[in-house]
Structure formats: C-alpha cells, structure tokens
C-alpha cells in the first residue's frame, strides 16, 4: 500500500497559471519535504515542514509556496508557473529532521509540464 | 563542503551480467551516513541501503551488495545477475551531521537491463 502519495501523477499548466500540488502520508511522519527533480538531475530539496514549522532552503524562488494543514498533507503552490519550473516535484515523509541515519518515504512524484 | 559523483550517467548490460554503479563522495565531517535509492519508471525513490561512517564492513542483500571504502570515500554498488527489473535509475546520497535533514545526493545512473 502506497504510503506516501502524491496527486496527480501528471499535471499540465500553462505559463504563469498558478497550480497546486498535492501529498499526502499515511506514516504518521513529523517531517515532510518536497523535492524538485529535473531531467537527468539529482533531486534538489525546496522546503520542509517539521510538523508545523516551515523551512525554506535558501536558494528556493519566492515563486514556490507550501502549505501543511495537518500532520497528513502538504501541498506545493508555484504562484506563476515559468516554463523552467518544468519538473518531477516528489514528496517524501521521514520520521524526524536533524538526525542523520532518517531515511526518506518517497511518493511517485508529480511530472508538471508547463505550456 | 558535501558533494556526491555518479560518474557513470547511463549504463546498458545484457541480462545475467554484473554490474557495478560507482559513487564517490566529499565531505569534511566524520559522522556522515550513505545511502542508495532507486527510481523505477514510476517516479517513486526506493530505499535499498543505509551504512554509517563508522561501519565499513561490506553489506551483500540478494542480488545486491555495497563495498564502503572510507580511504577513497567510495560506496559502490553491485547487482549481481542482473535481471529486466533492475532498470532504473540509480541515486547514491549522503547526509552529514551539519545537514541531518539534506541529502547530496549525486546525479543519478541510468542502469538498462538488456533482456
């Protein structure tokens, strides 16, 4: 059973039209990242959520937004989308943040296209 | 600073065959854990592997084994016998105890499995 997941599995905008994506975890985990992974790259981490504190990696545009309104679910805004911003966007769960060992619940991510 | 090298980008074998995906790492810290995920055509990022700093004992899983090397900070990985399965691509990352909650991860190798 899927344990982290991600909706949908392909999400087409079109340029500068705000979009949403969406995950949710049925883990129970404190942590929830969202990563933005683009062809033949490695994933690079956005943001986290430690249960309802919010941090940002310093070089992720003012163009991408999250928001987790429960344990279960947070959501990835991106306010105008840019045809750069064209990318896998995957979620992933973990226990805690800070410890070094945790390993990382993926969802089978989001491809976005934008037009 | 962290850094992880996937020198190999794509990597095509006949059924049967071994191979081994190559991962070099950089970092100052002597706490540090290594990790190996995979990425299916699904999207979804699977564990397969996490090894401390301090253990370089070599790990074999099935098919699967990891040989730590700290003297030339190197964790590959080999699939033994490989089978169609085994495509994806293949991620090595590292978490140190300055970022517990970043992982490096390297750009990734593409394994095709050649029925």
């Known amino acids: 059973d899927a344990m982290v997941i991600q909706n949908p599995r392909y999400q087409v905008t079109q340029f500068g039209k705000p979009v949403t994506l969406s995950c949710s975890q049925t883990l129970n985990h404190n942590v929830m990242y969202w990563y933005q992974q683009k062809s033949s790259q490695a994933p690079k981490l956005l943001f986290h959520?430690?249960?309802?504190?919010?941090?940002n990696e310093a070089d992720t545009p003012d163009n991408f937004q999250s928001r987790r309104p429960n344990t279960s679910f947070c959501f990835l805004d991106i306010r105008s989308p840019g045809l750069g911003d064209a990318a896998m966007y995957l979620c992933?769960?973990?226990?805690?943040?800070?410890?070094?060992?945790?390993?990382?619940?993926f969802g089978s991510g989001t491809q976005l296209s934008v037009l | 600073a962290q850094k992880v090298t996937q020198a190999q980008t794509e990597i095509s074998v006949v059924e049967k065959e071994d191979v081994t995906l190559d991962c070099v790492y950089e970092?100052?810290?002597?706490?540090?854990?290594l990790f190996w995920y995979k990425q299916p055509p699904s999207g979804e990022l699977v564990f397969l592997i996490r090894r401390n700093s301090f253990d370089e004992q070599n790990e074999i899983s099935g098919r699967y084994s990891w040989n730590f090397q700290k003297s030339t900070s190197s964790f590959n990985f080999t699939i033994t016998a490989s089978q169609v399965v085994d495509s994806a691509v293949y991620f090595c990352a590292l978490s140190d105890v300055n970022t517990g909650n970043q992982f490096y991860f390297g750009t990734g190798t593409s394994l095709t499995v050649i029925p």
């Open positions: 959520y430690y249960d309802k504190d919010f941090n």
């Open positions: 992933a769960t973990s226990r805690v943040v800070g410890a070094t060992n945790e390993k990382l619940f």
């Open positions: 970092t100052r810290d002597t706490t540090y854990y």
